[in-house]
């Protein structure tokens, strides 16, 4: 496939350090940079090799070699930019939160039906490939009819974070969007908020469409020393664990009173090879997969599972439903 001709719209930290270096793993071609800091742009272009740079995406925009846009801005700003991009009949490729309210996410998915145009949105544990394993594991009935959930990813204080929301569209979003990407839709919850000192936890109980149920957990009142990210999944006495991302173990089913045995089934194990050089982070969380399906989608082969806005802005309105919940069981459909 021909490769995909991109520019960057945004280069801050996350950018330069998470999404630019994804470019050698992708079949994509990057032709521009735009920053509103011209130095911080041209001293990454010295970096990667692209002596393109801008400091208005209008003219990045305007570049007629240029197919998509990867856009990393303030979840503020996305709308704007977002918007521009379709109307340049450009391809988006966006940072999660997909907005930066509700309402925005509607907005962009109903500008993009109408374009014809791919946006996709930058929620890269869809792509870590111990929960893509995980979920083919769920669906494939590995685990039996599947009766509940319980995640948890817990850090320090996760800046700037000045209230419930902004720590819930941008943060614990991922989780939020993990266990759909898992379990499927939640029909009703029920969450409570903690902000002591300045910091915000949330616990919700979830109930899904599947009939399963499940407990979700995320804050900033641990530390980012040893950030702690478990997902658990649990079917008819089978059972499956995902530590920190990369670490995947199947659990079979051990009668009441028993100890396993020569002959018993055993505990499967999927953790990646770290011998090979293939093995990168990037690969590992996923954000180099998804720069590759996005190219793929651009040129017309959608992947199954990946995060397009038509279906990313559902992750947004969960987030909602947990923020407005405050100890009152709440259907996510009802925002």
């Known amino acids: 496939m021909d490769p995909v001709r991109i520019g960057f719209i945004g280069c801050g930290r996350h950018a330069s350090l998470n999404r630019l270096p994804c470019v050698f793993y992708a079949p994509v071609e990057l032709v521009g940079l735009c920053d509103l800091v011209e130095e911080r742009a041209r001293n990454l272009g010295l970096k990667i090799g692209?002596?393109?740079?801008?400091?208005?995406?209008q003219r990045l925009l305007a570049d007629d070699r240029l197919e998509a846009v990867v856009v990393a801005v303030r979840p503020e700003a996305f709308?704007?930019?977002v918007r521009d991009a379709l109307a340049a009949g450009k391809h988006v490729f966006m940072e999660k939160p997909p907005g930066d309210t509700l309402e925005e996410?509607?907005?962009?998915a109903s500008l993009t039906e109408k374009?014809?145009?791919?946006?996709?949105?930058g929620f890269n544990k869809r792509f870590a490939p111990a929960y893509r394993r995980a979920r083919a594991i769920v669906r494939e009935g590995g685990l039996g009819e599947v009766s509940h959930y319980s995640g948890k990813f817990s850090t320090g204080r996760f800046p700037p974070s000045p209230g419930g929301w902004q720590f819930l569209r941008e943060q614990a979003i991922h989780q939020l969007d993990l266990v759909r990407y898992l379990m499927g839709e939640v029909a009703e919850l029920t969450a409570l908020r903690n902000s002591a000192g300045g910091l915000e936890t949330y616990d919700a109980l979830l109930r899904f469409a599947s009939g399963a149920i499940g407990v979700l957990t995320s804050g900033e009142h641990y530390s980012w020393?040893?950030?702690?990210?478990?997902?658990e999944?649990?079917?008819?006495?089978?059972?499956l664990a995902i530590d920190d991302v990369i670490h995947l173990t199947e659990h079979p089913a051990i009668p009441l009173g028993t100890e396993p045995v020569s002959g018993d089934e055993p505990s499967l194990l999927w953790e990646p090879t770290f011998a090979m050089p293939g093995a990168r982070s990037l690969l590992l969380q996923g954000y180099a997969y998804e720069l590759a399906a996005f190219a793929e989608a651009v040129?017309?082969?959608?992947?199954?599972?990946?995060?397009?806005?038509e279906d990313a802005w559902k992750s947004m309105q969960l987030a909602r439903a947990v923020h407005e919940s405050n100890g009152r069981t709440v259907r996510p459909a009802d925002f």
């Open 50 to 57: 692209c002596g393109h740079v801008y400091t208005d995406h």
């Open 79 to 81: 709308l704007r930019v």
């Open 105 to 108: 996410s509607r907005e962009m």
């Open 115 to 121: 374009s014809g145009l791919v946006v996709q949105v």
């Open 225 to 231: 020393n040893k950030p702690n990210e478990r997902v």
């Open 233 to 239: 999944i649990a079917g008819q006495g089978r059972w």
């Open 299 to 309: 040129r017309g082969q959608r992947q199954e599972g990946a995060s397009y806005i």
